[in-house]
């Protein structure tokens, strides 16, 4: 059969062809030292126990992972005092946002997601065929009042992640209550807690409580940032009980591989490794947040292992990137953010932190860096 227009190739399913490809960060060219601050992994690297549990799966690789994960999940649900049957565990979290449009969106529903949220939301929401529609923040911080007024009802999911990625700020639990107590119980709410191991704030929560009491909250966490394992890939949500059993439906019955469960088990149960981690950033963040300002840079304040940094024109940020990788030092362009005024910073090793002070302080006396 032949069809109307005489073009017989398969077509991807309307929605895929709006879809501008996830841009990872860079990780810079051959040669020199490189220095990877651009993809917000950890400088401390996995912990040494992850490792060596990685290292034991290798006798083991022709035999399939055990499909519903239950030794990691056991492992979380003890870890995080939580009901194991509720945590669905994923191929990074990233799996799991797509899974739970797969399972809630289709053609004809909405998806919410925040002006400079994370840029897999919009990705997510379009590949299950839905809408997605854009709330306005304040401050580039997620607001709360412009997420409801957003919601019709053909509003299935909303994304939420806080801290968010790429600015940095977050909400307060009561904000997160307060939209969680308004929401009709028909919509979604996806808490996508990815940095919440790294937030010091006593009026912040990553939202478990909400995920515990409600039958439409999901809180998502990943093993990618403070646990090292991005390369790993592996995440876990909690979820309703419901909402649970349709991802497990949906998902790929070995999706989560041998090694990823394996060395999750031994990161999550290497709490030292975790807290320093911790101590590294409660010293670095704030070190670089202040010498970056006195450079005459201003940063979003953030309470993640990432900065955000303001030029004062597209073509300066760009000149600031051009000068910042011939030092070896990989930043990550946040253009697709709606945001090519500015550059993102991870915390890095005390090394990278200062080279980098010390470069954009080089860039901002050089003629590039000097000029309007
Ligand atoms: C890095 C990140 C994730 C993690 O994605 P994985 O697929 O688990 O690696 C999720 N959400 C946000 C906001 C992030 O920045």
Known sequence: MHSPDGNERPRPKPGVL????????????????????????TPLGASPKAREAFKRVADRLDIYPEGPATALREAIGMRFGLDPARIVCGAGSDELLSLLCHAFVGPGDEGIYTHYGFAVYRIAILTAGGTPVMAEEKDFTTDVDA?????TPNTRIIFLANPNNPTGTYLPFSEIKRLAATLPRHVLLVLDAAYAEYVTRND????????????NIVMTRTFSKIYGLAGLRLGWCYAPASIADALNRIRGPFNVSTAAM????AALQ??????KAIAHNE?????????????????????????????KSTQQARAADVFLTQRGL????????????????????EE???????????????????RD
């Open 18 to 41: 709006e879809i501008n490809p996830y841009r990872p960060g860079k990780t810079g060219a051959g040669g020199k030292k490189i220095y990877k601050l651009s993809s917000n992994e």
């Open 262 to 265: 394996e060395a999750g088990i």
């Open 352 to 370: 990278a932190n200062r080279l980098v002070v010390s470069a954009l302080a080089d860039f901002m006396r050089s003629k590039d860096g000097s």
């Open 330 to 349: 990989i930043l990550r362009a946040v253009d697709v953010y709606d945001l090519p005024q500015c550059l993102r910073l991870t915390v890095g090793t």
């Open 204 to 215: 912040y929560s990553p939202g478990l409580e909400l995920a515990l009491t409600s039958e």
């Open 270 to 275: 290497d709490v030292e490794h975790i807290d």
């Open 147 to 151: 997420i409801l007024e957003k919601v």
């Open 283 to 311: 010293k670095w963040l704030p070190w670089l947040e202040q010498e970056i300002t006195s450079i005459g840079i201003p940063v979003t304040p953030s309470v993640g292992n990432f900065l955000l940094l303001h030029f």
